[in-house]
C-alpha cells in the first residue's frame, strides 16, 4: 500500500557493466518485457529494486502500526472488525514484497535488521501519530489513495515479480479506500463535533500526505534513471499531481478545508498550484527525527525479539521432519 518508491540511499561502488548486454537489457525493457529474476540485469537495476521494494514492504509493516492501535478503541463492533481485517491486509502486503525483494538476493532476515537498525527506510508518512479516529479515516482514505497512485503506475514496470506483487496488493487497497472514504463520509456529515474532529485530522496530515510521494524531481539524482528502465513508470512531481486532480475536489465536496493557502487550480493548464509543504520537514523525518520514528522501530524490535523462540521452533521442527535423501 504505502511505500515512498522515491527515497533511495545514493550508491557507492559503481559497477562498469559491459555495454553490450547493457544494450540488450534496455532494448528488452523498451519493447516492454518484464525481467524474471533469472534474467540478467545490470548491478545498479538490481540494487534500486531491492531498495525500492524493500522499503515498500517495510512501509507495509510500519504502516500498519498507527491505525492498529485503534482496532480496540474503533467505534462499534463492525468498524473493529473492518480495521482489524486491513491491518491484517497490510501485513500480508509486507510478506508478498518481502518474497518479491528475496528473489533479487537479499535475505528477509537481512531486510528485517536492517530495518530496525535504521539502515533501510520506509515511508516517512508512518512517523506521525494517529491522535483520534478520524485520523484512522484519513491515512485509510486519502494515504491509501496516494499508495494507490503510486502502485498502480508502478505495477506496469519491468521488474516481474514486483508487478505481480502490486497487482495483488492494489486489488485489496480498492477496498481499503472504499472503507476510508465511508468512514471520511459518516465524520464529515454528522455533528458539529465529528465534522471538527475529522477537519483538524485533515490538517495535521496534509502536509505528510504530501510528502508521500517523495521530494520534487529537482531534487532527486536518480528519477532519470529509473524511469529509463522502468523501475519507476512516473516521476515524484507527476503522481503528486495526480492526487491533486483526483482528490481535492473530492476533500471539497466534502465541505473540507484543505490546509493549504496557497491552493488554486490554474485555469490555463488545469493543474492545481500548491504551497511549499516544507521539505527540510520531510528530511528530518525521514532522517530519524519525527514524532514516532523511535516509537516505531522499537515496536519491531520487540515483536522481532519476541518471535525468536517462534522462529526457532520452526526451524527446529523443519530440520526434524524433512526425509532424508537416499
Known amino acids: 500500500m504505502y511505500g515512498n518508491l522515491s527515497i533511495i540511499e545514493p550508491l557507492t561502488d559503481q559497477v562498469q557493466e559491459d555495454p553490450e548486454r547493457l544494450a540488450e537489457f534496455e532494448a528488452h525493457?523498451?519493447?516492454?518485457?518484464?525481467?524474471?529474476?533469472?534474467?540478467?540485469?545490470?548491478?545498479?537495476?538490481?540494487?534500486?529494486?531491492?531498495?525500492?521494494?524493500?522499503?515498500?514492504a517495510h512501509s507495509e509493516i510500519i504502516g500498519a502500526l498507527p491505525e492498529g492501535t485503534w482496532i480496540t478503541r474503533a467505534?462499534?463492533?463492525?468498524?473493529?472488525?473492518?480495521?482489524?481485517?486491513?491491518?491484517?491486509?497490510?501485513?500480508?502486503?509486507a510478506q508478498l514484497l518481502y518474497s518479491a525483494a528475496e528473489t533479487l538476493g537479499?535475505?528477509?532476515?537481512?531486510?528485517?535488521?536492517?530495518?530496525?537498525?535504521?539502515?533501510?527506510?520506509?515511508?516517512?508518512?508512518?512517523?506521525y501519530p494517529a491522535y483520534t479516529w478520524a485520523d484512522t479515516a484519513i491515512i485509510?482514505?486519502?494515504?491509501?489513495?496516494?499508495?494507490?497512485?503510486?502502485?498502480?503506475?508502478?505495477s506496469k514496470g519491468s521488474y516481474a515479480p514486483y508487478c505481480r506483487a502490486?497487482?495483488?496488493?492494489?486489488?485489496?487497497?480498492?477496498?481499503?479506500?472504499?472503507?476510508?472514504?465511508?468512514?471520511?463520509v459518516v465524520l464529515a456529515t454528522g455533528t458539529p463535533?465529528?465534522?471538527?474532529?475529522?477537519?483538524?485530522?485533515?490538517?495535521?496530515?496534509?502536509?505528510?500526505?504530501?510528502?508521500?510521494?517523495?521530494?520534487?524531481?529537482?531534487?532527486?539524482?536518480?528519477?532519470?534513471?529509473l524511469v529509463k528502465w522502468k523501475v519507476k513508470m512516473a516521476t515524484n512531481d507527476e503522481m503528486r499531481q495526480q492526487f491533486f486532480n483526483q482528490y481535492v475536489p473530492k476533500i471539497l465536496e466534502l465541505g473540507l478545508t484543505i490546509p493549504d493557502s496557497e491552493l488554486r487550480k490554474d485555469p490555463a493548464t488545469?493543474?492545481?498550484?500548491?504551497?511549499?509543504?516544507?521539505?527540510d520537514e520531510f528530511k528530518r523525518v525521514i532522517n530519524g527525527d519525527g514524532p514516532c520514528n523511535k516509537e516505531r522501530l522499537a515496536v519491531?524490535?520487540?515483536?522481532?525479539?519476541?518471535?525468536?523462540?517462534?522462529?526457532?521452533a520452526l526451524k527446529t521442527a523443519d530440520q526434524k521432519y524433512v526425509t532424508p535423501l537416499a
Open 29 to 56: 525493457i523498451d519493447r516492454g518485457e518484464k525481467i524474471e529474476p533469472h534474467d540478467w540485469m545490470p548491478t545498479e537495476y538490481r540494487r534500486q529494486l531491492i531498495r525500492m521494494i524493500e522499503q515498500h
Open 75 to 93: 467505534p462499534g463492533f463492525k468498524r473493529k472488525m473492518a480495521l482489524m481485517a486491513k491491518v491484517q491486509d497490510e501485513v500480508g502486503h
Open 106 to 127: 537479499k535475505p528477509r532476515e537481512q531486510m528485517i535488521d536492517d530495518l530496525i537498525s535504521g539502515k533501510s527506510k520506509y515511508s516517512n508518512v508512518f512517523n
Open 140 to 154: 485509510a482514505w486519502l494515504i491509501d489513495a496516494s499508495a494507490i497512485i503510486n502502485q498502480v503506475t508502478n
Open 166 to 184: 502490486l497487482e495483488r496488493i492494489c486489488m485489496e487497497e480498492s477496498f481499503h479506500l472504499k472503507y476510508g472514504y465511508d468512514n471520511v
Open 193 to 225: 463535533t465529528q465534522r471538527t474532529m475529522v477537519q483538524e485530522a485533515l490538517n495535521r496530515w496534509w502536509r505528510p500526505i504530501m510528502h508521500f510521494f517523495g521530494p520534487p524531481d529537482k531534487a532527486s539524482i536518480h528519477t532519470e534513471k
Open 270 to 279: 488545469g493543474l492545481w498550484d500548491f504551497g511549499d509543504p516544507d521539505w
Open 300 to 312: 519491531r524490535k520487540t515483536a522481532e525479539e519476541r518471535g525468536t523462540w517462534v522462529r526457532a
